[in-house]
């Protein structure tokens, strides 16, 4: 592991300027993924800036009865909420469907949304990687693409030496559930203080996969704001694996169905950021929702996926694997509340 | 780089420099000689050095030493005083869950974590409902133990016995 020096600032003021002076700086919560990535080389910080007791471990109502998950909160510690079980249960879910409990008793609300993705190779300092190492291409394409994206790539083969491929996954199930819920993320800059919308937060790979998040280097989550949903709103995450327990999604869908309202849906795994299918939503608008009305939703959402051909058979199998769960998700959903 | 930290380590009070990079896992075995934690995979991956870690279940391997300076660690080794057996430790001995014994400090420090969390209602995973409330029992049927230990990686695959050492620790019907 390369040396480092560590910082613990007394406040998160001091910690954005500590970052945000130092190019080669990072933020340290429950790390995780950093000190995994420390030892694997992936992470090579001359400044590791640690967080974890400067921001807010608690979850707090908010005054427009949504809640707020403050950033040093634990992934086991909001999943056992009672008003995040009762009130946004595919938020519980979501978190209970990641890693281990060992795990979730480390991981924070501000760090899970900004793992970086477990592309193989990503992972591997000894392959290119557009995403680790800018402008070295990419090693996935034609490679191990199972766990790799079909929305929101150029082409079915992009060409695995330009500096902009990239077909890595955000490995995050929390960050599926709190984009379908449009949570709100609370930021600290050298700039000062902004609000992003969850689902703006993480970008799509453009002309640089390196950068997963719109975060500004120094920019600190503080807190993540979950909206109040009407009553009667229901909301439910599936995941679907390769084992039952401990092991990334092939695909997750997170769905939030308010009483005779617009359903949101929102994949994971599906691509560089979790997925907003804001087509099917818009199909589905006043729409009755039934296997074939979400199906043909689904279809039209997936109508530009690019399957990855690739080592064992590719990813291709993600397509009608993601339109499935997503009717099944709605399935339970609605006849739960017709039950 | 050097820093200095102060550890509380199964009751016994350390204060030592240590180098910015080491980990909790490799300071207890390394420079404590406490190598009761098992370092399995080093990457989160396999739970062998699962400790509690103020009080929770957590991976030593994945924690840096700098960052928990203060920090109350309990390893399988100071679970029960000297010569005595935690009762999860005397419910695996009973149940026979362990072959080669490699991840069964790891597997006892998160068995004693799961307990605890079951008796505050957490929910997982195997939880049908997530938003009911959850009694221990419920929390420790099979399916939910299995489920709620999934973290720890048996290569004897043990896991058989393993789950009814759980449930009768935690003096629920197996």
Known sequence: MKPFAYARPADVAEAVRDVAAEPNAVFLAGGTNLVDHLKLGVARPDLVVDVRTLTSADVSDLPDGGLRLGAASTNSEVAADRRVRERYPVLAQ??????????????????????????VYFADVTTPCNKREPGSGCSAVGGYTRYHAVLGTTAALPDPTAPETCIATHPSDMAVALAALDAQVQVLGPAGERTIPFTELHRLPGDDPSRDTVLEHGELITAIDLPPLPAGTRSAYRKVRDRASYAYALVSVAAVLPPGG????????????????TRAEELLRGAELTDHS????????????????????????????????VVATLRALTSEASA | MDAQVTLTVDGTRHQLPVDTRTTLLDLMRERLGNTSPKKGCDHG???????????????????????????????????APAGELHPVQQAFLDADAFQCGYCTPGQVCSAVGVIEEAGRGWPSHATADVTAELSPEQALTHDEVAERMSGNLCRCAAYVNIVPAVQQAAGVQA
Do not use: Y
Request: proline letters at 6%.
């Open chain 1, 94 to 119: 979501a978190l209970l469907a990641g890693a281990t409990g060992q795990l979730r008793n480390t991981a924070t609300t501000g760090g899970n949304p900004l793992q970086r993705t477990r592309c």
């Open chain 2, 45 to 79: 991956q396999c739970g062998a050095c699962t400790v509690l870690l103020d009080g929770q279940r957590q991976l030593p391997c994945l924690a840096l030493a700098v960052a928990h300076d203060g920090a109350e660690i309990v390893t399988a080794d100071g679970l």
């Open chain 1, 294 to 325: 979400v199906r043909a939703a689904m279809d039209a959402e997936l109508a530009g996926a690019q399957p990855q051909p690739g080592l064992g058979g590719g990813n291709g199998f993600k397509i009608p694997l993601v339109n499935r769960t």
């Open chain 1, 262 to 277: 617009d359903v949101r849906i929102a994949l994971g795994s599906v691509a560089h950021r979790p997925w907003r299918a």
